[in-house]
């Protein structure tokens, strides 16, 4: 491509910018040659005339298309350069907040100054066994890789991990050294990888400190070497350091602090061991407080000093030796606030006797204090002839002290590394090694010394290593693809580090310059100028004489020579040094000791690592004033040298550290700090070096499924190889060959081509997407015109339909406007008429009403006249009748009287026949009674006044005619007018008296007879009422009996239809199963029979089938008798169990209730039917004496007149001492009478004798009969007997529910409720017992029946057996034995009987050598029956060793298998199923209630008897758990290597997904054609493969399901947190792809019906996910969205999915970070743990539920093939 076509209008590049060093514009003219400027357009839309340099190819950096923006790897960027790689990073860090990218072989890292849940266990399991390409870039890729080329190329490996202070290179090696120890566990017991990651924090304590830059700055160098076995696993450790800043134990800048452990111990100084440190705050001590604050925001220095503590413990660190150590930290503490007072002569310096500080160093250390205090103030100075002792100032005793400070800690570092490194060595011999480099970066200080010249030299030498081991890279990768090998030139730093290290070099000049005697750092800068003035890569500052500038690979260094030569020495005076060898504590005088070097050198294998000799970086301390003693830079430089060697031997991997700002800032970037960082740590090299060649890499397979878009359909269904295709459509693109290259697998291409190929690309969519919206447009203007014109016609319509309506309610109302008039008209005309009307009719109205009153008047006034006449006559009638009705009362009473007597005597006779109505209405028969005896007593009474009347009347008549008589005699004596007239008077008075008691006695007759008609009629009265009330009973009765059998028959229709089918099918079975003995039976009759002729032996055998039949009557119990058993049973159930037990059982207690009851009824019916028997064995006799004389003499006379007429027969009849047979009889009497109906001649009937023999059947005929009577009168009474007790049973049912119809009725609405459902569980529950009974009754009779059945096989098969014994008698004996076997075999009670010593054989037959073949066409779980059976006979024989030692055996053999067949499937299956069904068998057959409710009554007999096998229930169960997680395990296995591949990366919906360009990193997947590569039908097969193993094995469903969650969980959890470590997968084509296959795991599960197994339920937060993927993500509305569907992720998940979502074509929108923003702020109610990602190792608590089997162990088939003959069948 030209320079035209490139720089055109629309096109985007970079300039400098001195804020953001790069600055984005966009050309808005294009480029013509010859132009001096570009026309540019800020992003703020800034005009800008840009100049450039045709001449010198001096145009601005082009900028990548956004679809390349963000990538993981910076090589897959199509322009490389600085300002791509700078924005690259920015925009993954601040917008997706990554902190990792892919720089070739290099991981840049930034420092996010903030915690991120990305470090987890579960983040290390999910990179585990990754490729580097699979996963987004992570520290803990990186370590993998190394981990796995170590163990894949046998090569130790190191990672080298470099940056700035601050920029997070310890935090990036701990985690790097902590993935080791997660994946790499020791293999011993020893935890060594909790020793190697212990040893962080005690190192962090003694050698990091705050600075300006970092909270936890390291300041030594150090690498670690964790040593590996063969099998990979961790043994050992070792740790090299390198140029401890001693000088800031006695130094520290503004804001910045001494090494941690000093504020550690002084945070912990309460503590109660630490009271003879003297400790004070750090404040107090000099040491600590020079910095000023000497805090750090958020850090516990005393938790931080207890981890230390606990590191020290773990590491095998002793309490004492602890304790020395805090000892010597507090002593330097304490040396640092010694008071040193100056002399006045001011050459000379002293302390004071009572310095505290000075006594505590002392005494801490164990040296004498005066030696202390005069050698602090004094030096010895040594020559040839004397020694002198001077004096020195304060500012030199200052300089001492702070030496000495500084020796004594540099030498503690050195021992607790010492003994850091002998806590992490081993014996094992070391197979191979990782090591992790943790060194400074690079650094510039505004005042640079010795420190940072020795830094800076450390990584010219690294700097070197990396761009020769990046260029040989390169190299292998062009040799590899068989690219043509150009040169290229790459920056080599090889002057710069001679400039230092070589002969006369920099650090030669600095040791002589040490060894001479008055050397000075003015002197040394001076023979630097001399030396190497001319040298390019040296310089001389312009306004200085003690300085000068080194120019590094990666910047200018201006270094001062102050301080130079002294650091360099390192000199600490001699005495004091004695003075601490002396000391009494053994620790202190140990660190000062000459010797050699004490840190143990690393152990080496003699592999790959025995060429390289690795020794200890810190050389042997000697004697301060010793001539050869080595410098520190000499020392640093051999160090340096061996740690060169060891990283040359190794494999390096590349951690660069970049600090994006100064401020700690979490997530601010400064593009200034970033690129001088970049450049420093030569990611910018890398980048060079790439771009100098082909840095585009894309396989062809990958190449062609991006880039098919651009070739033609005919050039795509062409069937050739994809190489050939993909070479066509280059040669077309691109016409400058040189721009690519096609290699082996891959095609490379030069800068700036694929981002030419991304812009062919867009155009080809833009150009679709304008036909696209093009065709789209026209389709809907079409479909809003024509939706337009429909709307237009509807108008026209409505309108036209409106004047219509309008035109049409105008005439309506104007036709209705006439009507209204016509009307009203009317109305007020018909009103008029109305008017007029009403006043005619009222006036005729009171007209006629008064002519009608006067008729009325006249009427009323007859009628009352009538009415009077007719009270008269009445009066006068009704008098005359009461006259002679008085009389014909008097007759009637009398006469009725008469009649009353008679039906009383009647009614006395009816009444006692009437005994039952008696009882029925005793009390209306007493009320008769009662009032008949009223009666009674009035008719007495009656009778004595009659009487009394009688006697007064005839005592009165005889008085009035003695009266009479007197009157006369006194007339006629006396003639006298005044007696006449007063006898006249007397006899009036006595006739007024007679009169008076003529009207009492009609009184009392009158009241006499009412009271008698009252009484009748009270008495017919009760009579009707007594029959009603007999009605009413009998209705009643029949309504209770209709209900009672309606409610009987609503509720058991069903029931009793099911049980009378059930009863036919078995009767006809039954009836089968009889047809077919009686077949077999006759068979063996005859075969019996023609055996008998044969063997002809006389004499009678009994017929078998007699027996048979008995035993079948027998076998046949009548239902009273199983009651009877039942009930037995029942008591004999209380009596074992107690009656406390038995009374809490419901079904028990109704059990035997109900058979009181029976009882009961039974004693009563037997009880009347004895009295019945006792009464009637009397009458019997009796009649039947009569019946046999009244039939003897009938006989006799017949008998008599035969016996004239036949004398002679009678003598010669041959059967009249016979018996007669009764049917003999019977034909003989009919013949008789047929014979008498023609004729009479006895002498005809009495030829043959026949008389005679038709008497004596008469007489049997005439007892037959009469038996036949008897037998039916007997039946007939027991019949109504029955009925009579079924009445009673019946009338005091219907009492008791009226009663309780009655209580009922009496309780409130919810009694009457709880009250009706509590009666109607007793009568269900009562039904139901009846219905067992039945149901077992039935059983019982079946199993009877199929016994009989196998019985008569039994039988025949014994007789097809003697036949042939008979007919072969070669083989009796074999075949008797045979028989014998078979007889056995019919009492199998289930139960195997072995000896012991056959024990090991059964484990071994059953479990060891068992292969689930060989079971696979029996029973499921054959061997789990085949164990319970033996366990049963031994339980059975009370043998408890037996049993403990079997079980024990079995589950150790079980065990065994499983440990050998640790990863088959079907082998784990069949053990958990028949480890499950041995545990059921042992719940369902152990007697525990619980366990037996599905038991049938055969099953029960095969309960254990004599042990209780919980504790072993307990083991099994347990066993069971363990072969269910190794079933789990493996399954996990197989699937997770699928899972990847086939959910995310299976293109099951084609052409869906597009390729992004992947970089130096590819992802093993992206290859079509690769051996891992799986489709999601794999998973499936392979769950069906699962599934079917475990169905057919006979494993518990429920377990199945379990099963099946916890994979469909394994499969969410990895296919989740892939999702959430890779960029390149979250996308919306990814979304879509991911919902389709989930939707076939769904599908699989319902065919195998498994939607309740909650395995659809554990994919919900991987179907979120592909929902979140696929929804758009811009506006507040769908975020609200997105937090309402998303309930299943948490929010670290969502906001990572959004910082992760990547557009595939570059149509797509990002999601902006104000949306993620939004996100987040809708989502802090949440209360959720801070998880990121899925532990896909979890697994859900296994649960067994109890599954009984419906098989009885008696059935069960033992095949030959298992090799158990040894067992017994008992």
């Given at each position: ?748 291409f030069r800068a700036g081509q694929v981002a030419y190929l991304e812009k062919l690309r867009a155009d080809k969519f833009r150009a679709a997407t304008i036909m696209i919206q093009k065709t789209v447009r026209g389709w809907l203007q079409r479909a809003k015109y024509q939706k337009m014109k429909k709307a237009a016609l509807k108008i026209q319509r409505y309108t036209r339909g409106h004047l219509a309506r309008r035109l049409a309610d105008r005439l309506r109302k104007t036709r209705a406007a006439i009507v209204l008039q016509k009307q009203y008209r009317m109305l007020r005309i018909r009103r008029a008429y109305q008017a007029i009307h009403r006043a005619a009719v009222t006036i005729q109205a009171f007209t006629r009403g008064m002519f009608v009153r006067k008729t009325y008047r006249k009427m009323l006034m007859e009628h009352k006249a009538t009415i009077i006449q007719k009270h ?864 896909f190792k979890f697994m859900f608590p296994v649960l067994f539920p109890f599954n009984p089997s419906s098989l009885t162990m008696d059935s069960i088939h033992i095949p030959a093939s298992l090799g158990l003959e040894f067992l017994n069948r008992v």
């Amino acid at each position: 491509m030209s320079v035209t076509e490139l720089y055109s209008r629309y096109t985007r590049v970079w300039i400098p910018d001195p804020e953001e060093v790069w600055k984005s514009a966009e050309i808005i003219k294009d480029y013509k040659e010859g132009d001096k400027t570009l026309h540019l357009k800020l992003e703020d839309e800034t005009l800008l005339e840009y100049p450039i340099d045709a001449k010198a190819n001096k145009f601005p950096f082009l900028r990548n298309p956004d679809i390349l923006v963000g990538e993981n790897d910076l090589t897959a960027l199509s322009y490389l350069h600085e300002p791509a790689v700078l924005h690259n990073l920015k925009v993954r860090f601040l917008e997706s907040n990554h902190i990792y990218t892919y720089c070739g072989i290099v991981l840049v890292a930034i420092n996010p100054y903030e915690q991120l849940p990305i470090y987890g266990q579960d983040v290390i399991y999910a990179y585990s066994g990754q490729n580097m390409g699979d996963m987004d870039p992570h520290i803990f890729a990186v370590a993998e890789e190394a981990y796995k080329q170590m163990a894949r190329d046998e090569k130790n490996q190191s990672i080298i991990v470099s940056g700035e202070s601050g920029a997070g290179k310890t935090v990036s090696a701990k985690y790097a050294m902590r993935y080791f120890a997660s994946v790499g566990g020791s293999s011993s017991e020893t935890n060594i990888e909790e020793k190697v990651l212990a040893s962080s924090p005690i190192m962090e304590a003694i050698g990091n400190a705050k600075t300006t830059r970092n909270d936890n700055s390291s300041r030594f160098g150090k690498y670690i070497q964790i040593g590996f076995d063969k099998r990979y696993h961790i043994i050992g450790a070792n740790m090299r350091t390198y140029l401890l800043e001693k000088s800031r134990v006695v130094f520290q800048a503004d804001d910045e602090r001494n090494y941690h452990i000093f504020y550690q111990l002084c945070a912990s100084a309460s503590l109660p061991e630490f009271k003879e440190l003297s400790l004070m705050p750090a404040e107090n001590f000099l040491y600590t407080s020079l910095g000023g604050d000497t805090s750090i925001e958020g850090v516990d220095d005393a938790d931080d000093f207890e981890k230390t503590r606990h590191a020290f413990t773990l590491l095998g660190v002793k309490d004492s030796h602890q304790l020395a150590i805090f000892k010597i930290l507090a002593a330097i503490l304490h040396l640092g606030n010694v008071d040193l007072q100056p002399e006045r002569d001011g050459e000379s310096s002293s302390i004071s006797k009572q310095d505290e500080h000075l006594h505590n160093f002392c005494r801490l250390l164990g040296v004498e204090h005066s030696q202390m205090e005069h050698w602090l103030c004094h030096r010895k100075l040594v020559t040839t002839s004397e020694t002198y002792i001077k004096n020195m100032s304060v500012q030199q005793v200052v300089n001492a002290r702070n030496a000495l400070a500084k020796h004594i800690y540099a030498q503690l570092f050195n021992w607790i590394v010492q003994h850091i490194n002998k806590a992490l060595h081993t014996t094992v011999k070391q197979h191979s090694f990782i090591g992790v480099l943790d060194i400074y970066g690079f650094e510039t200080f505004e005042v640079n010394s010795f420190e940072q010249f020795c830094i800076n030299y450390a990584n010219e030498k690294l700097q070197q290593q990396f761009n020769s081991h990046v260029f040989k890279l390169e190299q292998e990768e062009y040799m590899k693809e068989q690219i043509p090998w150009t040169l290229i030139d790459f920056y080599d730093n090889q002057p710069c580090i001679d400039l230092i290290e070589a002969k006369l070099g920099i650090f030669d000049l600095l040791d002589e310059e040490c060894k001479v005697p008055k050397g000075t750092d003015q002197n040394w800068a001076q023979k630097l100028y001399d030396r190497h003035g001319s040298s390019q890569h040296f310089q001389k500052p312009r306004m200085s004489n003690i300085s000068f500038i080194v120019v590094h690979f990666a910047d200018k260094v201006e270094y001062q020579c102050d301080g130079f030569l002294e650091k360099n020495r390192d000199t600490v005076h001699e005495e004091q040094i004695n003075i601490l060898k002396a000391s009494k504590y053994p620790m202190v005088a140990d660190l000062f000791h000459d010797g050699k070097d004490p840190a143990p050198a690393a152990a080496t294998g003699k592999g790959a690592s025995s060429k390289i000799n690795i020794r200890s970086a810190r050389p042997t301390v000697k004697a301060a004033n010793k001539e050869h003693k080595k410098t520190v830079g000499h020392q640093f430089r051999n160090s340096l040298h061996l740690l060169m060697e060891t990283l040359n031997a190794t494999t390096p991997h590349y951690v660069r550290c970049i600090k994006p700002n100064d401020e700690k800032l979490p997530f601010s970037f400064d593009p200034k700090r970033a690129v001088q960082q970049l450049r420093a740590c030569g990611v910018l090299e890398t980048i060079r070096i790439s771009a100098a060649g082909y840095p585009s890499r894309w396989t062809y397979h990958d190449f062609f499924n991006r880039y098919r878009i651009l070739m033609k359909k005919k050039d795509t269904s062409k069937k050739e190889d994809r190489k050939v295709i993909c070479k066509m459509l280059l040669e077309s693109l691109i016409k400058d060959p040189d721009k690519f290259q096609f290699g082996r697998t891959k095609i490379f291409f030069r800068a700036g081509q694929v981002a030419y190929l991304e812009k062919l690309r867009a155009d080809k969519f833009r150009a679709a997407t304008i036909m696209i919206q093009k065709t789209v447009r026209g389709w809907l203007q079409r479909a809003k015109y024509q939706k337009m014109k429909k709307a237009a016609l509807k108008i026209q319509r409505y309108t036209r339909g409106h004047l219509a309506r309008r035109l049409a309610d105008r005439l309506r109302k104007t036709r209705a406007a006439i009507v209204l008039q016509k009307q009203y008209r009317m109305l007020r005309i018909r009103r008029a008429y109305q008017a007029i009307h009403r006043a005619a009719v009222t006036i005729q109205a009171f007209t006629r009403g008064m002519f009608v009153r006067k008729t009325y008047r006249k009427m009323l006034m007859e009628h009352k006249a009538t009415i009077i006449q007719k009270h008269a006559r009445a009066w006068l009638t009704r008098k005359h009748f009461v006259r002679f009705r008085s009389a014909a009362v008097v007759l009637q009473c009398y006469f009725r009287r008469m009649k009353a007597k008679q039906e009383l005597k009647a009614l006395k006779i009816e009444a006692r026949s009437a005994e039952h109505l008696k009882r029925l209405n005793i009390g209306m028969e007493n009320k008769v009674v009662q009032l008949q005896r009223k009666i009674d007593e009035q008719n007495k009474e009656y009778k004595l006044l009659t009487e009394q009347f009688s006697a007064a009347a005839t005592s009165h008549s005889t008085e009035i005619e003695k009266l009479k008589k007197e009157l006369q005699r006194y007339q006629r004596k006396k003639g006298d007018a005044n007696q006449l007239a007063s006898l006249q008077e007397e006899i009036d008075s006595l006739r007024l008296a007679l009169e008076k008691a003529h009207g009492e006695r009609k009184i009392v007759e009158d009241t006499y007879t009412k009271e008698k008609d009252v009484l009748r009629k009270r008495i017919s009265d009760l009579e009707e009422e007594n029959a009603l009330l007999k009605q009413e009973k009998e209705e009643l009765n029949n309504k209770i009996l209709c209900q009672s059998e309606d409610e009987f028959a609503q509720n058991a229709v069903k029931e009793n239809l099911l049980t009378k089918k059930e009863l036919e099918e078995e009767r006809v079975r039954y009836q089968n199963l009889v047809q077919e003995y009686s077949r077999l039976e006759q068979r063996y009759d005859n075969l019996r029979d023609e055996m008998a002729i044969i063997k002809q032996t006389p004499g009678h055998r009994r017929n078998p089938s007699n027996q048979s039949s008995l035993e079948s009557d027998s076998n046949y119990p009548s239902i009273s008798t199983s009651e009877v058993g039942d009930t037995e049973d029942a008591i004999q159930q209380v009596e074992e169990v107690g009656m406390e037990k038995a009374a809490m059982d419901m079904t028990l207690f109704l059990k035997l209730q109900k058979r009181v009851r029976e009882l009961e009824q039974e004693r009563k019916k037997l009880q009347s039917q004895l009295e019945k028997r006792e009464n009637e064995s009397k009458k019997p006799q009796v009649i039947e004496m009569k019946n046999e004389m009244d039939l003897d003499r009938d006989t006799d006379l017949a008998y008599n007149s035969l016996k004239e007429s036949n004398s002679n027969m009678q003598t010669s009849w041959p059967n009249s001492d016979k018996h007669v047979d009764p049917e003999d009889a019977i034909e003989a009497y009919h013949g008789v009478c047929q014979t008498n109906r023609k004729t009479e001649d006895w002498g005809y009937l009495n030829e043959d004798g026949e008389l005679g023999l038709a008497y004596q059947g008469l007489k049997q005929v005439a007892r037959l009969l009469e038996a036949q009577l008897q037998d039916q009168r007997r039946e007939h009474e027991e019949e109504v007997e029955t009925l009579k007790e079924q009445m009673e049973t019946l009338r005091e049912e219907m009492e008791k529910q009226q009663e309780v119809f009655f209580q009922t009725l009496q309780l409130s609405p919810e009694a009457q409720v709880e009250f009706g459902i509590q009666q109607e569980i007793m009568r269900l529950t009562s039904e139901n017992l009846d219905l067992k009974e039945l149901l077992e009754k039935l059983k019982k009779n079946e199993s009877k029946l199929k016994k009989q059945l196998k019985i008569y096989m039994k039988k025949v098969q014994d007789y097809e057996a003697d036949q042939v014994v008979e007919q072969t008698e070669k083989r009796r004996h074999e075949l008797n034995r045979q028989v014998t076997v078979q007889r056995k075999e019919k009492d199998f009670q289930g139960m195997l009987e072995y000896c012991k010593e056959d024990e090991p054989l059964l484990v071994k037959n059953l479990i060891t050598d068992l292969k689930p073949q060989m079971v696979s066409a029996t029973v499921p779980c054959l061997p789990a029956y085949i164990l319970y059976m033996c366990i049963r006979h031994a339980d059975y024989s009370n043998d408890d060793h037996k049993v403990h030692s079997l079980l024990t055996s079995t589950i150790n053999g079980i065990k065994k298998v499983l440990k050998k067949h640790h990863d088959d499937f079907e082998m784990t299956s069949f053990w958990l199923a028949n480890t499950c069904r041995l545990l059921h068998c042992l719940k369902q057959y152990s007697g525990d209630t619980g366990f037996m409710t599905q038991n049938t009554v055969k099953q029960n007999e095969h309960c254990l008897k004599n042990f209780d096998l919980t504790e072993y229930r307990q083991i099994l169960s347990d066993l069971s758990i363990q072969i269910y997680q190794q079933l789990i395990k493996i399954a996990e296995g197989v699937l997770q290597p699928m899972i990847v591949t086939a959910v995310l990366e299976n293109e099951s919906i084609q052409g869906l997904s597009g390729v992004k360009p992947m970089g130096y990193r590819k992802r093993t997947s992206s290859m079509g054609d690769s051996d891992n590569f799986y489709t999601l039908e794999a998973i499936i097969r392979q769950l069906n493969t699962f599934h079917s193993v475990m169905y057919d094995q006979g494993l518990d469903p429920e377990i199945i399901q379990q099963a099946v969650k916890q994979l469909f969980y394994m499969i969410n959890a990895v296919a989740l947190n892939n999702l959430l470590l890779r960029k390149d997968v979250c996308s919306w084509s990814t979304g879509m792809q991911l919902r389709f296959n989930i939707s076939q795991l769904e599908e699989w599960l319902r065919g195998k019906n498994l939607q309740q197994s909650g395995a659809a339920k554990t994919m919900e937060p991987l179907i979120q996910a592909a929902q979140l993927l696929q929804l758009k993500k811009k506006t507040s509305e769908d975020a609200e969205a997105i937090c309402s569907l998303c309930t299943a992720l948490t929010t670290q998940q969502i906001v990572k999915i959004l910082n992760l979502y990547t557009p595939v074509n570059e149509f797509e929108e990002r999601v902006t970070v104000a949306f993620i923003r939004n996100i987040q702020a809708n989502l802090q109610e949440r209360n959720e743990p801070p998880q990121l990602l899925l532990d896909f190792k979890f697994m859900f608590p296994v649960l067994f539920p109890f599954n009984p089997s419906s098989l009885t162990m008696d059935s069960i088939h033992i095949p030959a093939s298992l090799g158990l003959e040894f067992l017994n069948r008992v």
